[in-house]
């Protein structure tokens, strides 16, 4: 199975944004399953469900960190380039699907303004973009990789 048909299964599986993208990669970073999920548990709904920046990319950027990222606090060049390649993930996934601001890629899609999450059922897999959300995170991801 391929990381964005792995990365859309899991989400469909129940894992939230952000825990889909990254476990999908696994292969790739080297994280165990229940590490994953634990630390993209957290960016969810645009983190925590509050709307902000899609999971997606930031499990995304979670990714690009572990295989492409840099330790060192006082490489400044690595810290540049790696800067920049989040950029270019960020406006990939934009121009895909005009933000990286979960609020506005859920426009349209009625949403409780609560912080807890919804229960998942076919209807809310129909009534959003996120299975497809995921889907394009892990094809972008798989190109820049």
Known sequence: MNHADLAEKLFRDGYNCSQAVLLAFSDITGLDDDT???LA???GGGLGRMREVCGTV????MVLGLVKGYSNPRDFEGKKEHYKLIQDFAARFKE????IICRELLTGV?????GVPEQRSEGYYKKRPCPLLV????EI???ML
């Open 135 to 138: 889907r394009d995170a892990a």
């Open 58 to 61: 930031s499990g995304a950027s």
């Open 36 to 38: 994953a999920a634990k």
């Open 96 to 99: 895909k699907n005009g933000s």
């Open 141 to 143: 991801l798989d190109e």
């Open 41 to 43: 548990s957290s960016f």
């Open 110 to 114: 009625k949403t409780v303004e609560n």
